[in-house]
């Protein structure tokens, strides 16, 4: 089954406690980008990635990190958690190319509280 | 000025009533426009895309873009109660913006029965 796949689907840490949040396609894309959603805001982006070792900042990129060593995986980083990163977080994907492949493919979330 | 502003709602439509949403943009470049459902505490999935000025229908969903009013719709005929969700309209802008995706804060909808 085509998927993208989150870990963990909720965290509560502590604030300056570094912590991961993993992401993997199955899908063979190219593309892939992580997004948070807060109250109001909408989805906003954090970084993407067009392809391994390729990332680049979002919207909203500062106290996050990426790397994309492999194609599958896209992992995104909090060095330091602050309280203000509190948010629902989503790891998406899509292939490469314009019309007709333009859908992306969410994971199935994040909820991470920094307490 | 949001790039992507959508009202927030909740639009309340009874069933079998015609829902219409709207969605304006900022950067007259933008390309590609889609609309997203995401159900409460679920996942967004891409419901419509449109690429050029008029109506786009797909079952009981049609897009509706306007590149000069720089506004983009969503019509909901036949309302289910399974269309309650909250709809988010997503805008692309030039391919040299690096693929950037912007979404809009997104409708709620309800559908009473």
């Known amino acids: 089954e085509a998927q993208v796949t989150q870990n963990p689907r909720y965290l509560i840490t502590v604030t300056g406690k570094k912590l991961t949040v993993t992401c993997s396609q199955n899908?063979?894309?190219?593309?892939m980008s992580w997004y948070r959603q807060d109250p109001g805001l909408g989805l906003r982006q954090i970084y993407y990635?067009?392809?391994?070792?390729?990332?680049d900042k979002g919207d909203v990129p500062e106290g996050y990190k990426v790397s994309r060593k492999e194609k599958r995986n896209f992992p995104l980083i909090l060095e330091s958690p602050s309280p203000n990163q509190t948010s629902l977080y989503f790891c998406a994907s899509r292939g490469q190319g314009a019309i007709g492949n333009e859908k992306l493919f969410f994971g199935s979330g994040t909820q991470l509280s920094v307490l | 000025q949001k790039e992507v502003e959508q009202n927030s709602g909740p639009l309340s439509v009874p069933e079998g009533a015609i829902a219409s949403l709207n969605c304006t943009y900022s950067d007259r470049g933008s390309q590609s426009f889609f609309w997203y459902r995401q159900y409460s505490g679920k996942s967004p999935e891409l419901i419509m895309f449109i690429y050029s000025n008029g109506d786009k229908e797909d079952g009981r969903f049609t897009a509706q873009l306007n590149k000069a009013s720089q506004y983009v719709s969503l019509l909901i005929r036949d309302s289910q109660p399974s269309d309650s969700a909250t709809y988010l309209c997503?805008?692309?802008?030039?391919?040299?913006?690096?693929?950037?995706?912007?979404f809009g804060g997104g409708t709620r909808v309800l559908v009473k029965p």
């Open positions: 997503a805008v692309r802008g030039l391919e040299a913006a690096g693929n950037k995706l912007t």
């Open positions: 990635s067009m392809n391994v070792e390729v990332t």
């Open positions: 899908m063979n894309h190219e593309y």
